[in-house]
């Protein structure tokens, strides 16, 4: 608006300057009617005006900001081949997978974050630290241990040390010790939860730690069947070899964690070993009812590499008897663990 104020005044002293320059002397003094000359410079003035008010107009042109085009496509961190895009994982692990619908590099990306040395997963060993664990330290031959199952003179069948086998509702107990190694499974819906009584005498233990010092706590307890089945061959899909995977992990069906009396304690990991807190626990576990499960040394028994994390809950007096004995619990009952 002002620019149209200052443009008319322009215009204005440019007609009166014009009209004065255009007038003769003589019309002034006698007073005639005042005629405006054929030489005037009113029009181009005025036109000149106009030009230079239509450069000021130019220049007040705010410059348009440019938005990128919302359908381009995204750039792609690696290229992919049409394949690759139309390509859905059907790797089966135990059941229908998981995977069914993802692409090859969703799948990549969700098992890399799934095994960190954070977050132990397996039935055993966090599987990353297993890499840094020398595999000739311990022989992987089938267990000396061997199954002598005999019938005593009630007919009952006995193992190799004379200890009771039976079978409840597809629970095997020796020695009235509920079992689950690579020899004796337990069935699909068994188990709901950590044993009571294992949890109180953890809790015992705990606090007696912690007046020493020591800090305990578990990592992983009771495992459903299911559960064990994703673990284990997620491991299996993982490593590419059932066999060593059998060495850290049980099967779905096999593992002591699904009796809810055996529990990891702190954690899963090769680094455990020889610190102060996996210390405490081989010399005083017994004295609340638990044992190191599998002890070093008894691989080729326990079908299990040694873990000092994880304890198995026997009770009192009988946790005191097989760490005293120096043996494993296989040992002790006269049974022996291998998947048949």
């Avoid at 070899?241 to 009396?261: C, I």
Wanted: glycine share 8%; charged share 20%.
């Amino acid at each position: 608006m002002d620019k149209l104020k200052l443009s008319a005044a322009v215009c204005a002293a440019a007609l009166m300057l014009a009209g004065c320059g255009s007038f003769d002397e003589k019309d002034a003094v006698s007073g005639s009617t005042v005629q405006a000359k054929d030489e005037t410079k009113v029009p181009l003035i005025v036109v000149e005006t106009r030009v230079q008010e239509t450069e000021n107009k130019e220049e007040e042109i705010p410059t348009e900001e440019v938005v990128p085009s919302q359908t381009e496509a995204p750039v792609l961190d690696s290229p992919m081949t049409e394949s690759e895009k139309s390509n859905d994982g059907t790797i089966v692990l135990g059941g229908e997978s998981p995977n069914v619908g993802k692409t090859l590099t969703q799948m990549s990306v969700q098992e890399e974050a799934a095994y960190s040395n954070n977050q132990p997963m397996g039935n055993e060993v966090d599987p990353q630290s297993f890499n840094n664990y020398a595999n000739d330290v311990q022989n992987t031959q089938e267990p000396v241990v061997e199954q002598q199952v005999e019938n005593n003179e009630n007919g009952e069948q006995v193992s190799g040390n004379g200890y009771k086998i039976e079978t409840v509702n597809g629970v095997t107990y020796v020695g009235g010790i509920l079992i689950a190694n690579k020899s004796y499974s337990l069935p699909q819906n068994y188990g709901s939860g950590l044993d009571p009584e294992a949890q109180r005498a953890f809790n015992e233990m705990q606090a007696a730690a912690w007046n020493d010092g020591i800090n305990l706590y578990i990592v992983s307890g009771y495992r459903s069947y299911w559960y064990q089945d994703q673990l284990y061959w997620g491991y299996v899909n993982t490593r590419g070899s059932q066999a060593e995977v059998d060495r850290f992990s049980a099967r779905a069906g096999f593992s002591e964690h699904q009796t809810g009396l055996a529990m990891d304690l702190n954690s899963a990991s090769r680094s455990f070993e020889g610190t102060p807190e996996a210390l405490w626990i081989e010399q005083h576990c017994a004295d609340y009812g638990f044992i190191i499960r599998y002890p070093d040394g008894k691989e080729d028994i326990t079908g299990f590499m040694y873990e000092p994390w994880h304890v198995r809950y026997l009770g009192k007096d009988l946790a005191r008897q097989v760490t005293d004995s120096g043996q494993c619990l296989e040992e002790y009952l006269g049974i022996n663990s291998y998947y048949q």
